[in-house]
Nanobody
Framework: QVQLVESGGGLVQPGGSLRLSCAAS????????MGWYRQAPGLQRELVAV???????NYADSVKGRFTISRGDATNTVTLQMNSLKPEDAADYLC???????????????WGRGTQVTVSS
């Protein structure tokens, strides 16, 4: 099983910045893609940003120009730099990874426990 460890959430004022990090680990696992989703109370979970192993990234329209997903310093680690944060960005941010392994067929999806981001004055 792939384990995802998230960090970086917290309280920030509108216009401020936060940097989220997610590290994936697992034996005999090859990570195909990693990314971030978010979910606010009463709302559906939505894609924020994803990054493939080939370096291709994709963003939700609502965060383009403000958020940047990139590889971390460690293997199988991604970071999400969030700038110019808005109150509507407040949510539980969940790390996601798709992985292949000799232990299963095809790609499987894994989720972190989430890290809370609060944007308030």
């Amino acid at each position: 099983q792939v384990q995802l460890v998230e960090s970086g959430g917290g309280l920030v004022q509108p216009g401020g910045s936060l940097r989220l990090s997610c590290a994936a680990s697992g034996s005999t696992v090859t990570i195909n893609a990693m990314g971030w989703y978010r979910q606010a109370p009463g709302l559906q979970r939505e894609l924020v940003a994803v990054l493939s192993s080939s370096g291709v990234s994709n963003y939700a329209d609502s965060v383009k120009g403000r958020f940047t997903i990139s590889r971390g310093d460690a293997t199988n680690t991604v970071t999400l730099q969030m700038n110019s944060l808005k109150p509507e960005d407040a949510a539980d941010y969940l790390c996601n990874a798709r992985a292949q392994s000799v232990d299963w067929v095809g790609l499987r999806t894994f989720w972190g426990r989430g890290t809370q981001v609060t944007v308030s004055s």
